[in-house]
């Protein structure tokens, strides 16, 4: 299994990124999956889950009403749309199955300033 996040970035607060997650060993439309991150000092937290088949999304209270949880199947790729960030937003965002396998990918680092 291989999981690997892209593009976090730095951005100003009221800006928006777009998380991209790809995984080798894993098929998304199998599994339920999420996005999970890590703010400096502080344990990693559950942000947004999406399920297989019919896709239902559930989100942390902080993401909710700014982030969006997608799939693209025949890509096999997972987003994360994060509209509206806020600079507790800062975090490494991470990617994995629900609940979290043991193998981790490296992370995308997103950086918000107020």
């Known amino acids: 299994v291989q999981l690997v996040e892209s593009g976090g970035g730095s951005v100003q607060a009221g800006g928006s990124l777009r998380l991209s997650c790809t995984a080798s060993g894993i098929t998304f439309v199998a599994r339920s999956m999420a996005w999970y991150r890590q703010a400096p000092g502080k344990q990693r937290e559950l942000v947004a889950t999406?399920?297989?088949?019919?896709?239902?999304?559930n989100y942390a209270d902080s993401a909710k009403g700014r982030f969006t949880v997608s799939r693209d199947a025949a890509k096999n790729t997972m987003y994360l749309q994060m509209d509206s960030l806020k600079p507790e937003d800062t975090a490494v965002y991470y990617c994995?199955?629900?609940?979290?396998?043991?193998?981790w990918g490296k992370g995308t680092l997103v950086t918000v300033s107020s």
């Open positions: 999406i399920t297989p088949g019919d896709s239902r999304t």
């Open positions: 994995n199955t629900v609940p979290p396998s043991i193998v």
